[in-house]
């Protein structure tokens, strides 16, 4: 392999690293609930750490974006008030049908959503490619694994009371849950489109003068500020609605703590991700979409395992989540095996 491509390997795969990794300090919070740490969150992951850091790496904004077409701008913040829109479905989907089934049926869905409908639009000459069939291949495995993650949580909840009291809902919820994991599914990936889909804002930010590892600062910045909306609307929404407003004093910089290092650690998944990705040539957002999402699942089922949520799980429950990650390391290889492309 090329140093460059062992170069976008890395930032892509440490991006999925971070991101799954970026929840993990709420359970630090105190005496807050989740809708206090999720807008503290949006606020400094979605908002103040891009702008500053475009700001501090960038030319000036004017320049890159006289650069560039008012029809570009407006995709990357239709598609990034989407992703918004699809995280806050991801929290609700997966409460509703349950931590295993909503979070593999979602994930089942942002994966090849997010890979394929970028690589037909754009470049559907490469599907048969070398490197095409690698990332056929390598999807059709990281949705074996995402299967066998979602069958071992579910039996995990199955055999922890307190996991399964939350999963259990009205029969009549069902649709209703399945139909907002759905939405989920066809959401979230968007965040992928607004990177994909948003090339001329980071070729124009290279005319402008940007390096190549900070051409895409200025593109998550106007994606992640189109996506705070809905996040943390739903967030003061649910402040709103529990009559929680009080709460926002207790162990405040504690909180305000743990839930920026949330913030950080979210942007930072979505930083190196799209500076590894601009280094894995002209399909670098598509070849390390199925890269970011399969690393993200290995580092949150692997620090769910580390903290204590696998606890008292049946031996088979554990054996399919060992075998899920196992599968994604193996989709992780063919796809990478499958090269870079210009």
């Known amino acids: 392999m090329s140093q460059t491509l062992l170069l976008g390997l890395a930032g892509v795969l440490l991006g999925g690293v971070l991101n799954g990794s970026f929840v993990a300090p709420i359970k630090k919070l105190r005496g807050w609930r989740w809708e206090h740490g999720w807008f503290m969150y949006s606020v400094t992951g979605l908002i103040v750490i891009p702008w500053l850091l475009a700001v501090a790496t960038m030319p000036p904004m004017r320049e890159w974006l006289d650069e560039t077409t008012a029809p570009a701008v407006v995709r990357v913040l239709l598609f990034g008030f989407g992703w918004g829109i699809g995280s806050v479905l991801f929290g609700l989907g997966v409460d509703r049908m349950g931590l295993a089934v909503g979070y593999g049926l979602i994930l089942g869905l942002i994966a090849p959503i997010g890979t394929f409908l970028p690589?037909?639009?754009?470049?559907?000459?490469?599907?048969?490619?070398?490197?095409?069939?690698?990332?056929?291949?390598?999807?059709?495995?990281?949705?074996?694994?995402?299967?066998?993650?979602?069958?071992?949580?579910?039996?995990?909840?199955?055999?922890?009371?307190?996991l399964a009291a939350r999963a259990a809902l009205p029969a009549k919820s069902?649709?209703?849950?399945?139909?907002?994991?759905?939405?989920?599914?066809?959401?979230?990936?968007?965040?992928?489109?607004?990177?994909?889909?948003?090339e001329p804002l980071r070729e124009a930010a290279l005319r402008a003068g940007a390096s190549l590892g900070r051409a895409a600062d200025g593109l998550w910045a106007l994606t992640l500020t189109a996506g705070?909306?809905?996040?943390?609307?739903?967030?003061?929404y649910l402040v709103?609605?529990?009559?929680?407003g009080g709460l926002w004093p207790l162990h405040f910089a504690r909180n305000l703590f743990w839930s920026s290092l949330m913030g950080a650690l979210c942007y930072g998944s979505f930083l190196t991700y799209g500076?590894?990705?601009?280094?894995?040539?002209?399909?670098?957002?598509?070849?390390g979409w199925p890269l970011f999402m399969s690393m993200s699942l290995i580092t949150s089922n692997s620090l769910g395992a580390l903290t204590g949520e696998w606890k008292g799980?049946?031996?088979?429950?554990?054996r399919l989540s060992v075998g899920g990650i196992a599968a994604l390391i193996v989709a992780i290889v063919i796809i990478a095996t499958g090269g870079q492309t210009q």
């Open 313 to 318: 799980a049946p031996v088979k429950a554990v």
């Open 240 to 244: 709103w609605r529990n009559r929680t």
């Open 275 to 287: 500076s590894g990705a601009s280094h894995l040539g002209r399909l670098g957002g598509i070849v």
């Open 174 to 198: 069902f649709l209703a849950g399945l139909l907002v994991c759905v939405l989920s599914g066809i959401f979230s990936p968007m965040l992928n489109f607004a990177f994909v889909f948003g």
């Open 119 to 162: 690589l037909v639009a754009l470049y559907p000459e490469r599907l048969f490619t070398r490197q095409g069939i690698h990332l056929l291949v390598g999807v059709a495995v990281v949705l074996v694994g995402i299967v066998l993650l979602a069958v071992a949580g579910r039996q995990r909840e199955r055999a922890c009371p307190q």
């Open 228 to 236: 705070f909306v809905p996040n943390a609307g739903y967030a003061l």
